[in-house]
Structures are given as structure tokens and as C-alpha cells.
């Protein structure tokens, strides 16, 4: 551990680069994947088209779709948005299926009171549905949030800096230790998001609680 | 466009498809991590998958070990590896080892759990031993689950099978890193595109197992 002490500044550096890079896929795919997982729940026509073509998009191996990405985006190949676009793409693939689930699985009678009691579909879809898939809908935020983390650092081998950075360099100049140091913070940061999403679960979905206690 | 005729003129180049080193020699050695690392990660996986979904025992220990082998960055692993061990294919085939267990064990084990209780309460009291309870009721019930797992354990192996080259270890991300050195955008996007083809091809023929691995009878479990 002789390496860390002597490059722990590089360390927080690129620590704090890799969180900002994941933050963005993860915030972004939810704001995409939520109107359309509301679409395909409420338009089961739609949904049976979007949600495979959705899943579909999970198929494409990463590497491969950032380097593929500058000829759709018409962005330069070294650019950071590839990854960015990239790992949003990922994101929102995951989501949409794990939101229409998690609508799906509220109860009708629950969403039928509602209607009785005469919300309207904006708000039966934010006070009855949306509150109700939260817990199903966490835990799919929590994969994408894991994974994500962990793809960052593939990034780096089109030449977008993140711990990533650490791993090629390591590898280059063959200090293994400068590799783990790498690795441990991935999944250090990775186990802070999910920590993190569970405790914003907790506090806008304090009924939960009660029910896992 | 000029860069997707480029790549297209860059497969349809007749040197690239002959000698040792052929395109097909790549696919073939792409199709062998794949297949190879979800083979000896399902004889590990799936046993232990069979024992924690039907004992009910050490559930809790198998949800946090598969989270926190996903949380494992793939590169970072396979350079880890490729250090101690050297280059070739050893690394990159203990790494897609390592990245094919989570979802064939969290698979198995929900694919066991998911068994109605009254369907096992009924082969018990039919007399079933309970080696015959696994072998004959859980597994083939759960058996689209499993199948279902190793889908997810092949599309991640055939997509991290492209770092392989990263540590000498072949496969289709040769043709990936090398241009990436050269910067000759044509061919890496080429490359990229046979990736992404030969991973819908696998998903696509998984999918088609997934559904024939329903036994005859029964409703989709999930």
C-alpha cells in the first residue's frame, strides 16, 4: 500500500471525477425511463413495443456502443459524452421495464379507490402510483446505479479519465497494487450510491420501514 | 456514412478472413470465453443456487455476494488478474468466470424460491425423497428461471469478452484495441458492430430456449 500513500491525491481526483460521471447516466435515465414506463403502462399497446425495444438496448456490449455512439451523435470519439449517452442508454433500458413491474404491481383495487374518490390520471399517477411502485422502482434504481458505477472505468480505455485511468496505467507500468487501489474505490463508490439510495428510500418512503422492521 | 462503408469495406476485406488470425478465428475464440465462462460458472453457480433456494439457508449471504461481485469493475479484475497470472487467456477466462456467477446464482436461486411451497408440500407427501423433490419438481420448475440466468451471465460474458485483447488474450477486441492504438476509427467501429451483431444472435437464440424451457403445463413464472 506503499502506492497509495504517495498517490492518494490522484485517488480522491479521479474518485470524484468517476461519481461525477456516473451521477449523470443514473439522474438522466430515470428522467427519461419514468414518461416512458407511465406510456407503456397506461398504453399496453405501446408497451408491448417499447418495453422489449428497451430491453433490447441492455443487449449492446459496452465498449462496442461507445465507439459506435460518434457516428449517431456525430461527436468526436474521445468525446465524454459518448460514455455519458452510453451508460444513460443502459440506464433507461434497465428502467423502463423495472418501472412498468413496479406499476403493474400496485394493487387495482388501490388504484380504483382512487379513481372513485376522483383523482385525475396526473394525480392518481403522482400520489397513488408512483409512492406505491417506489420500493420496486428503488431497487431497480439501485442496480443501474451499481452497474453504472462499475462501467465508468471502461470508459477510460476510449480516453475518457475515470479510476479507470488507474487500471491501464497500473497495468502499463506493472503495479498491481495501483490496479486494486482502483478496483476497491469502484466499489467503494458503488456501495456508497446503493447506501445512498436506500436512505433517500427511507426518507420519501418512510411506510416502508415499517413493513421490513 | 463515409465511416459505416468504411468498416463495411473494412469486413468485407478477403485478407481479413484468411489464416489462424481470420475474423472467423476471433468469433470462434469470442464464442469460447463465452460459452467456456458461463459453463464452469453455471458447475459452480448453479449448485450453490440449488442448495440456498431450496434449503432456504444463507439467502441473505447470497444476495449481498452477488451484489458485491456485480459492483466489480470488469477491467479493473481482469487486469488485477492478467498481472499475477501473465498474459493469454487464463485472465480474461477467470474474470468472465467471476462476472458470469451473479446472475446464474441469484437465477438458480429465485428460480427455487419461486416454487409454489404446496407444489413441494405435495411431492413430499407423494413420497418423494427429497433429492427426487429437486431433481423432479424444484429444478424443472425453475428451470426458465435458470435459463433466464444464464441469458444475462452470456450477454455479460460475450460483451466483457472484448477487453480480452486488453491482456493478449485474443477475441474480437483485438481488432478493437489495435485500432484504437492507430486510431483508425473505420475499423474499430467494424469490430464493434460484429460485437454487437453476435450479442443479439446469442440473445436472440436464448430467448428462444428460455420459452421451450417451460415445462409443459405450467404458467410463466416470471
Known amino acids: 500500500m506503499d502506492w497509495l500513500s504517495k498517490n492518494w491525491m490522484l485517488v480522491l481526483d479521479l474518485s470524484w471525477v468517476h461519481v461525477g460521471l456516473s451521477i449523470v447516466p443514473v439522474i438522466v435515465g430515470l428522467a427519461i425511463a419514468l414518461p416512458l414506463a407511465w406510456v407503456s403502462f397506461r398504453f399496453k399497446r405501446v408497451g408491448r413495443f417499447l418495453v422489449p425495444a428497451s430491453g433490447l438496448l441492455y443487449t449492446i456490449p459496452s465498449l462496442p456502443m461507445f465507439i459506435a455512439l460518434p457516428v449517431i451523435l456525430g461527436t468526436a470519439i474521445l468525446d465524454p459524452a459518448n460514455l455519458i449517452v452510453g451508460l444513460t442508454i443502459y440506464a433507461v433500458a434497465l428502467l423502463v421495464r423495472q418501472i412498468v413491474d413496479a406499476l403493474v404491481s400496485v394493487s387495482s383495487d388501490v388504484r380504483q379507490a382512487s379513481v372513485a374518490m376522483g383523482y385525475s390520471s396526473w394525480q392518481r399517477f403522482w400520489r397513488v402510483d408512483l409512492p406505491l411502485a417506489g420500493p420496486v422502482l428503488l431497487s431497480g434504481l439501485r442496480v443501474v446505479a451499481v452497474s453504472t458505477v462499475s ?26 497494487a495501483e490496479v486494486l487501489v482502483g478496483v476497491i474505490a469502484t466499489v467503494i463508490i458503488a456501495f456508497v450510491f446503493d447506501g445512498a439510495l436506500v436512505l433517500l428510500g427511507r426518507f420519501l418512503m418512510p411506510w416502508t420501514r415499517r413493513r421490513t422492521s | 456514412m463515409n465511416f459505416l462503408m468504411d468498416a463495411l469495406n473494412w469486413i468485407l476485406d478477403p485478407a481479413l478472413h484468411q489464416g489462424s488470425d481470420s475474423l472467423g478465428a476471433r468469433i470462434g475464440e469470442h464464442l469460447a470465453y463465452t460459452f467456456g465462462a458461463v459453463i464452469i460458472g453455471a458447475l459452480i453457480a448453479i449448485p450453490l443456487g440449488i442448495v440456498v433456494g431450496h434449503t432456504k439457508r444463507g439467502a441473505a449471504l447470497a444476495v449481498s455476494f452477488t451484489g458485491g461481485l456485480r459492483a466489480l469493475p470488469s477491467l479493473g479484475v481482469l487486469i488485477l488478474i492478467g ?11 477467470a474474470t468472465f468466470v467471476i462476472m458470469a456467477i451473479p446472475p446464474l446464482l441469484s437465477g438458480t436461486y429465485a428460480g427455487i424460491q419461486a416454487v409454489n411451497p ?68 473505420p475499423q474499430m467501429l467494424a469490430a464493434s458492430m460484429i460485437v454487437i451483431v453476435l450479442a443479439f444472435v446469442l440473445e436472440g437464440i436464448f430467448a428462444l430456449l428460455q420459452r421451450l424451457a417451460r415445462p409443459r403445463g405450467t404458467v410463466v413464472l416470471g
Open chain 1, 151 to 176: 462501467l465508468v472505468s471502461i470508459g477510460s480505455v476510449i480516453g475518457v479519465t475515470s479510476l479507470g485511468y488507474l487500471f491501464l496505467n497500473g497495468f502499463k507500468r506493472g503495479i498491481p
Open chain 2, 118 to 185: 404446496l407444489t413441494v408440500d405435495a411431492a413430499r407427501a407423494m413420497g418423494m425423497t427429497p433429492l427426487q423433490v429437486v431433481f423432479q419438481v424444484e429444478v424443472p420448475l425453475a428451470l426458465p428461471l435458470i435459463v433466464a440466468g444464464m441469458r444475462s451471465a452470456i450477454l455479460q460474458v460475450v460483451a466483457t469478452a472484448t477487453l480480452a485483447a486488453y491482456v493478449s488474450g485474443g477475441a474480437l477486441g483485438v481488432y478493437i484495441f489495435s485500432a484504437l492504438a492507430r486510431r483508425d476509427y
Open chain 2, 83 to 93: 498481472l499475477s497470472v501473465g498474459i493469454g487467456f487464463q485472465a480474461p477466462l
